[in-house]
């Protein structure tokens, strides 16, 4: 089964648009979106949890429409971190947490509880004032508390500090050790989504570029650094873009299996090959 | 079990899996018959994705140094020493026929080549 599936999904904003967006995550899996501001990352995220209505194309999470009736069972089973957390300013985390068992059936006080002492969340300070870390904290504690089997997540580890963050991944990561359990997430940290996703999927100007294994796009790529007379002599599909010093030296993304056997490349990270796609894109 | 991940190095992710697990099977480190871990459990032990974990687990199955048991996990298959050998005979095969290619566009004669080969040999064995 797939936990997430967007089939041609269309929506017009007057001057941006999300074009022809096909999107499948299957179950079991970890997705990252990346793309610029503004590329599209949280319209797509906004349109999979209704909150947008497409022009055309269907939204489907965990096999249910996203427009059907049905789909509000399914919020249930979706834990959202958006990258601004909104709870009442004077509520503290406790009184969230009274809220929450309260909103869902399935809310589990005892993780919450434990979330709260692993991310040291003071019980009994007021929501506003948190600091952007903690006010994060906060979501994601609450989208882990009341078990869901997928979780969204929108910049959700941005604001955090590195030890925290790495935290947090490994908290994703243990998330899908169950089958069935999924995630989307999109972020600008492209080395955390190098860490910790199974696809990397690229949106640029509300078009999905790619949709790729993440290490099937490392083997693919691979970055060269020599002199433009070097570069030259490769064959012109080898190379995606390219990045020149101003001292004789450049720097390329290249495709491994289009260069000769013998020329020494780099390892290409996720963000040499985003950027390196994007600097492309725009020539 | 040991499996260690270098980022440094050119070989894809899920071929360091393969290479390696299959080495301690050969090796008899892993022992016929041995539970592995789950492809979910390993990536994420190994903080890597599952989909790679899995591509290494296929290809192992595929050339019979594991089989899978649905719903019950991967185990090290007996091993087989004859399909081992007739394996190895086979990469044996296609060294010496890429070092052929190679003698040819050097225009190196048969003798020449062999001579190489012996060379090489003593040179092993003392």
Redesign the interface.
Known sequence: MNAIELNHIQKSFGSFAIEDLNLTVPSGTICGLVGENGAGKSTTIRLLMNALRPDSGTAKVLGVDASSPEFRAVKEDVGVVLDEAYYPETLTALQVGKVMAGTYRRWNQKRYDEFLSRFDLPGKKPFKDFSRGMKMKLAIAVAMSHQPRLLILDEATSGLDPIVRDEVLEIFNEFTREEDHSILISSHILSDLEKLCDYIAFLHRGRLLFCEEKDRLLETYGVFSGTAEQLASLREEAVVGREASGYGGIRALVRREDVPAGLELERAAVEDIILFMVKGAKK | MEIIIR??V?Q???EQIYSQLKAQIISGTLAPGEALPSI??LA?DL??????TKRAYDELESEGFLHTVAGKGSFVAEKNLDLIREQQLKELEDHLSAAAGLARSCGLTVEELIDMLRVLLEEENL
């Open positions: 980022n440094t050119n894809p992710i899920y979910r459990a994420k903080k890597i994705s599952v989909i790679t």
